[in-house]
């Protein structure tokens, strides 16, 4: 198979979807390797190092798209790449098909065969390509927390650590996946005090023998009001369903906070599991409500991203293999998981959130695949 890699033009976005030794690994495989011009340089990777590792290096979008048979991405299809679809070319990335209409409109009509990273299972019911990202995200969470704490940057001057002599802070997460479990982890390594609030008990309990010394608390109203009190960071890590108006922390709830404490929102959406959170970006990344400083920027990994590439190609490039040995309908059948990823196939809508929530005709993978 002819894979393209392509060079992420969303704003901030630094991540690149294959290294060169993957590159190497693909080439191993069998598949031919094209690489667009300064696609790796957000990541440290230089286009030698590509073409040391076997891959042709192309100088620009449309040819990349026009000569590759799957395109390998991180980001979502933006407009500008709108006219290189075709029929038949296959697209794996972080597609987020429920959230862009105009791109699914675009995947459908050019017959596009979609793969979303976001929406591949495994056999815990989890969603191994999304989790490296959500542990980073976590993990930068609590390190932007800790920046905006910093006197230079606005903050109270309060270092996120164990001093000697004087009171730990307090940090609260609230969830206990992966995003959470990576704010924790730091937190806790930092030597602070931290709360984790869930609504799985079971999950707590792992928490709480994975994590020693974190407080793991059930998400009620009662365990929020005590934790906002004494927080100095709060880490939100829920991701609210859109279709709810209720919060777990609204406008009035704030006053509760201390002077000077922040929240984080990892999951940055908008008036959601907090009231007063909308997503911003890493130009213009915080802002006030309630004399609270809000930091919501929606794509945290992106800052770490050489430790993203590393660990995003981790988790989807034994996925791609497959797809290079056995073509789309060929892996799908010997992995019912990947054939949760796929989001349309031949102008069909394969995704039921997608079709939920756009109001849109949908049918289930096997049903579009023939199988």
Known sequence: MIIGIAREIKNNEY???????????????????????DA??????????????????????????EKSELIYKVKEILPEEYDYMRPGLIVFTYLHSNAHREET???????????????????????????????????GGFIAGVKLMERINGGQGLLLADVSGVKKPHVTVIGAGNS????AELALGWGCDVS???????????????LKGSECLISNQANITMCLKKTDLLINCILWPKWRTDHLIDREMLSLMKRGSIIVDVACDDHGAIETTHSTS???????????LHYAVDNIPSTFSRTATMTLVNATLPKLIEIGKHGVKGAMERDPHLMRGLTCYDGLLTLEETGLKQNREYVSPEEALGL
């Open 15 to 37: 991540r690149v979807a294959c290294h060169p030794d993957g590159v190497k690994e693909l080439i191993s495989h069998g598949n031919d390797v094209l690489v667009e011009k």
């Open 40 to 65: 790796g340089m957000g990541s440290g990777y230089t286009d030698q190092e590509y073409i040391d590792a076997g891959a042709k290096i192309v100088e620009t979008a449309k040819e990349l798209y």
């Open 105 to 139: 409109d675009v995947l459908l009509d050019k017959k596009v065969t979609g793969i979303a990273y976001e929406d591949i299972t495994d056999d815990y019911g989890e969603f191994p390509l999304l989790k490296p990202m959500s542990i980073i995200a976590g993990k």
């Open 180 to 183: 959470g479990i990576g704010a």
């Open 196 to 210: 984790i609030l869930d609504i799985a008990s079971k999950r707590l309990e792992e928490t709480r023998n994975n």
């Open 282 to 292: 890493h130009d213009d990344p915080t802002y006030c409500e309630e004399g609270i």
